[in-house]
């Protein structure tokens, strides 16, 4: 066959090292794939000087060898990206000539997609990591998709699998088994997707019998009833809480043969509850949910519908601060640490004793009220006791003891998930570290708080999120009065720095790991002082586009007119800021507005001149200042949040003190925890003084 004749800069061989691997290019090439590791270079890419007068035509002659490779080669080399074909496409861009940017990996494929964070520079990416990311991606999509709907023998089976434990089938008895655990569901012979009973055992090595979980037992039966009924129409039941628990299972199961694992979590919810119980005789007096925000550790529940495992409640929203018995309250306003373990450092010493038998003690270092936060569990730490021992016994008795003392330390450590997610500051986060690593910090997953409240107020827009970015948030608080009960009035919120700086930083904090409960009860105060700061700031942004009914038409050009001047391209600098509420104020025209136009009111973060407080400052304008000829007539008001959510009143000016007690302020944040509300009954008081 003819083939078009060639220069010879293109047929002719070059005296290039032979490659190492297979279909690599002898040239490396000098495109914006020059990055890559030869193996991905395309045949096609060529020197500036063999390039001249050819255009992208390809050349075939260049390949280093033309012998035909074995079928399982060219399988892995294809897994791979490899191949020559594979390198090509990886080489071409979207118009068939230019090529990709270095940011592009494997068949082009990038995850700089919409919605998704931008990688910080494309030396950073690792096409092999890449590739197992996306895999890992749809294995889970497919682990959480394979149990389908509805309680069925192979849904069950398949859920089991899936979480690693082996199954076995005798007529209609499944038989779930893993290295200490062992569940039987047994379906019924006429119905064979109804469950008739489940039995879970725990098989420990010191016991000749399985030992019988009953309250387990209960739940995972609960999680495999068939199907519910609501309003008499029978619906379907996901497995979704029961794939929840086998994997709340197994991976106890897996770390140090199961038994310990299971011994080590119920040993740490008896330190839990004894903590719970001492405070409960000792505060008499106070709500179940005032000591769950000021006790040392928090409500615990071990085994509960339709949880398995302990959890431990350690702070509820000031709503549901009127419920006084000791049923768990539920709701989004419950924030929650789930308890698992974890192998791997730091190790932890089995014990069935964490506190001594005075389970509390008197810390005269602790701020806030002293009749509860003086108090502070005995802890016992069984390294420190048993070297203890051993200086006051003889050497044989020190070895021994230290003999015992390795037998039971256990290559694990508890964890714990938070529901919902924490935000702290990254300065305090840092101190979450100091006595053993809790979390590791991940920088590309730090966010700014005001891009937490713009997600905020996207999701809770009418019409669904939208992408939009605003330096003002809009919202609609209702202000009745005795002449107008459906009284409203819109604010419009912007959140600052104290430092000016140009972002307030957070982190993320899903999950705590330690290997001691004293460290845990350590990071409780903080994290119970940043979920009380969030639900001050989330409140900046609650309910942006309620309207009230009974408005007039009239006002909502103004707010239309606003909307215009918030999202509009412009310059940040303070005086846009100023010129923004200069007019709000006054209004487009500059005449003065009545009591239905928009308050601004801004708030100000500081987390760095005291690290074990966060403040808040509030400035507002004060109503019918403009009106009275008064200059600077604005309402301040300052207020720290310091560890366990326990507010202190800094300063407060534009009123008379007299007419807004700090004490009052207090109670307020604390029955509300909104700063909307807050800012009318002050602009409210500021009237009656006036």
Avoid at 60 to 77: F, K, R, Y
Avoid at 376 to 387: I, L, R, S, Y
Avoid at 409 to 423: G, I, R
């Amino acid at each position: 066959m003819a083939t078009t004749p060639r220069s010879q800069a293109i047929s002719t061989p070059k005296p290039h090292p032979t490659p190492s691997r297979l279909m690599a290019s002898p040239r490396p090439g000098t495109s914006g794939n020059a990055s890559r590791p030869l193996a991905y270079k395309s045949p096609a890419v060529k020197t500036p000087a063999s390039a001249q007068g050819h255009g992208h035509h390809v050349s075939v002659s260049s390949q280093p060898s033309s012998t035909p490779l074995a079928a399982a080669a060219i399988h892995d080399e294809l897994l791979a990206l490899n191949s020559p074909a594979a390198a090509l496409m990886a080489s071409i861009g979207p118009t068939g000539l230019t090529p990709l940017p270095g940011g592009a990996d494997g068949l082009g494929i990038t995850t700089n997609l919409q919605g998704n964070p931008v990688r910080p520079s494309a030396s950073s990416v690792n096409p092999e990591m890449e590739r197992i990311h996306r895999i890992q991606l749809v294995a889970d999509t497919l682990k959480s998709r394979v149990s389908g709907y509805g309680v069925t023998q192979e849904g069950v089976e398949r859920t089991a699998q899936l979480q690693g434990f082996d199954t076995a089938w005798d007529d209609d008895n499944l038989t779930i088994a893993g290295i200490a655990v062992e569940l039987e569901v047994i379906f019924d012979s006429t119905d064979r997707d109804h469950v008739k009973d489940v039995s879970l055992k725990l098989n420990a090595p010191d016991s000749e019998e399985p030992q019988l979980l009953e309250q387990g037992t209960e739940i995972l039966k609960d999680n495999l009833e068939s199907s519910i009924t609501v309003d008499g129409i029978p619906q379907w039941k996901s497995l979704d809480t029961f794939q929840s628990n086998l994997q709340y299972l197994s991976q106890l199961d897996r770390i140090e043969g199961g038994v310990p694992c299971f011994q080590a979590i119920n040993s740490l919810y008896d330190a839990f509850q004894k903590i719970w119980t001492a405070e409960k005789e000792k505060f008499g007096g106070q709500t179940t949910q005032q000591r769950l925000r000021r006790g040392a550790i928090g409500r615990p529940a071990l085994d509960q519908l339709p949880r398995l495992g302990l959890s431990v409640d350690y702070w509820v929203s000031g709503q549901d601060m009127q419920q006084a018995n000791d049923t768990p309250a539920g709701g989004e306003q419950m924030h929650t640490a789930r308890f698992f373990c974890d192998a791997g450092p730091p190790s932890t010493v089995s014990t069935k004793e964490w506190l001594s038998d005075r389970i509390l003690t008197q810390d005269g270092e602790a701020e806030g009220d002293a009749a509860t936060d003086t108090l502070q569990p005995d802890w016992k730490d069984p390294v420190t006791d048993a070297n203890e021992f051993g200086k006051a016994g003889s050497d044989d008795l020190t070895m021994e003891k230290t003999a015992e003392i390795s037998a039971n330390v256990l290559d694990m450590h508890f964890a714990c998930s938070l529901s919902p997610t924490v935000y702290v500051p990254i300065n305090v986060a840092a101190t979450l570290n100091v006595e053993v690593a809790m979390f590791e910090m991940n920088q590309e997953l730090a966010i700014t708080s005001q891009m937490i409240l713009q997600e905020h107020f996207n999701a809770s827009k009418v019409g669904g999120a939208k992408t939009v970015s605003e330096e003002r948030w809009l919202r609609c608080l209702p202000v009745p009065t005795e002449a107008d009960p459906l009284r409203h009035r819109r604010h419009s919120y912007a959140l600052h720095s104290a430092q000016h700086a140009a972002a307030l930083w957070c982190y993320p904090v899903t999950q705590l790991s330690f290997n001691h409960p004293r460290q845990f009860a350590a990071a409780i105060p903080i994290l119970r002082q940043y979920a009380l700061v969030w639900s001050l700031l989330r409140s900046l942004v609650n309910y942006g586009e309620v309207e009230p009914s009974h408005q007039s038409n009239t006002a909502r050009p103004e707010k239309i007119a606003v909307k215009k001047k918030s999202a509009r391209p412009s310059k940040r600098s303070n005086a846009k800021v100023v010129g923004v509420t200069l007019d709000t104020i006054l209004g487009t025209n500059g005449s003065k507005t009545g009591d239905n136009d928009v308050l601004p009111v801004d708030v100000s973060l500081d987390v760095f001149s005291d690290i074990s407080k966060a403040r808040l400052d509030v400035y507002a304008p004060l109503q019918g200042a403009l009106d009275k000829g008064k200059q600077g007539a604005f309402l301040f008001l300052s207020v720290n949040i310091c560890h366990d959510g326990i507010f202190e009143v800094n300063d407060l000016k534009g009123m008379h003190p007299s007419v807004a007690p700090p004490d009052t302020i207090v109670q307020i944040l604390t029955a509300t925890e909104d700063i909307g509300l807050l800012v009318e009954w002050l602009l409210e008081r500021a009237q009656i003084r006036g």
